[in-house]
Nanobody, 126 residues
Framework: QVRPVESGGGSVQAGGSLRLACAASTYTGNRICMAWLRQAPGKEREGVAF????????NYADSVKGRFTISQDTGKRMLYLQMNSLKPEDTGTYYCAALAGAASCFFSPPGAYNTWGQGTQVTVSS
């Protein structure tokens, strides 16, 4: 079956949950460092969750710590973002990303990562 790069977005009330999925197998470059980026309306793109795929080490932006969890299925080369306790400020378009070069995996500027999909929209209402 054909699927987009990113999926799982939707509309949810504050406090609800969503699980995003990324078909990382469709990326032809290096997958050693993967991330989820988001872009809220009227704001710049930002990294929210990061993972070293070889050892599973993760990190998160302060705004989502304790609420979001990034994970992977290494066999299927899938990347996931479990989002709990969602807030209206989490609203935006979420993109699957891969580190493009030799920059640090965690917290590099958004331009250091490649995105190759259209993103998936998350809308959180109060």
């Amino acid at each position: 079956q054909v699927r987009p790069v990113e999926s799982g977005g939707g509309s949810v009330q504050a406090g609800g949950s969503l699980r995003l999925a990324c078909a990382a197998s469709t990326y032809t470059g290096n997958r050693i460092c993967m991330a989820w980026l988001r872009q809220a309306p009227g704001k710049e793109r930002e990294g929210v969750a990061f993972i070293y795929t070889d050892n599973g080490s993760t990190n998160y932006a302060d705004s989502v710590k304790g609420r979001f969890t990034i994970s992977q299925d290494t066999g299927k080369r899938m990347l996931y973002l479990q989002m709990n306790s969602l807030k209206p400020e989490d609203t935006g378009t979420y993109y699957c990303a891969a580190l493009a070069g030799a920059a640090s995996c965690f917290f590099s500027p958004p331009g250091a990562y490649n995105t190759w999909g259209q993103g998936t929209q998350v809308t959180v209402s109060s």
